[in-house]
């Protein structure tokens, strides 16, 4: 990490665990949030778990003095501009919005509302903030990397792991929020490895069957899953598929892996969804959007599972297990 994203990434945190005086402690006033979301609430519901979990640290605790409004897209991304209209119109206070297509429907829907943004890629060039030092508008909150290169670097662990790879599928939903970013990233990291990189399109799971299809006849030696809300929603199903076609698999999130995907690079999404709770404490209590620094994760974590690796025929290079930070086996 350099210089400039050590700085952003304290900056960020300190925006958080620096006291702001004359704020008081949470009243037992009901206050009134939206939670915006892209997959299911069963898909995520750890990682929701924890932001509840954070809250009540913070002295907000539901049914007390906090009431959320919930809207769920349930995996349908074109859901979420209706959703988030809904969510003005109950007049809530603030509006949390985890991934960039969350948050950008969000920001569509009002310029007065304050947003707490989760993992989107890179806010400022999609737009979301105008910088990470200071957001600007009504939106700041957490991003899951500064720029796109964490999904190059997934492709890079993918080949020194399969070293005869030489031609991987990308499959991405073209409807969600930053995924052009991650093809540009990707498809630089694919040039720079001698990968052909072959794209494919899946927006839900009625998808799934003809997409795996396509992929077989391709005979691609693994397969690169973009950063997609779907993509936690039908894990299961995609673990299957991938397994039936004997496919090494690299996720954005770790929860796929714990489905039967091969490995996953990136944040922790449980410890990470927990720190947007500050930015939703300091807000309610007085402070505003603008003045919030955007937090980046400075740790991303590898995830592998040796089950599916075995199943696979597929033998990890002690490279690889080495640098993991969670094994299944």
Known sequence: MNNR??????????AL???FGALAQPQDKVRRIGYLSAPTRASV???HDEFIRALRDSGWVVGKNLAIEYRWADGKVERLPGLAAELVRQKVEL???????AALAAKNATTTIPIVMIFPNDPVATGLVASLRRPGGNVTGTTFAPGSEIFGKQLQILKETIPHATRVALMSNPAEFGSTLQLKEVEAAA???NIQLLRFEARGPEDLAKAFAAIAK??????LLSRDSNIIVIREKIADYALKGRLPTMFSFSENVEAGGLMSYSVNMVDFIGRAAGYV?????????????VELPTQFE???NMKTARALGLKIPNSILLRADKVIE
């Open 281 to 293: 404490d300091k807000i309610l209590r007085g402070a505003k959007p603008e003045d919030l620094p």
């Open 218 to 223: 391709e005979r691609v030696d693994a397969l």
């Open 95 to 101: 509006i949390v919005a985890p991934a960039g297509s």
């Open 5 to 14: 994203r050590k700085l952003l990434a304290a900056l960020g945190a300190g």
């Open 45 to 47: 519901e750890r990682a």
């Open 302 to 304: 590898l995830v592998i």
């Open 191 to 193: 040039r720079a490895l």
């Open 17 to 19: 665990t620096t006291p």
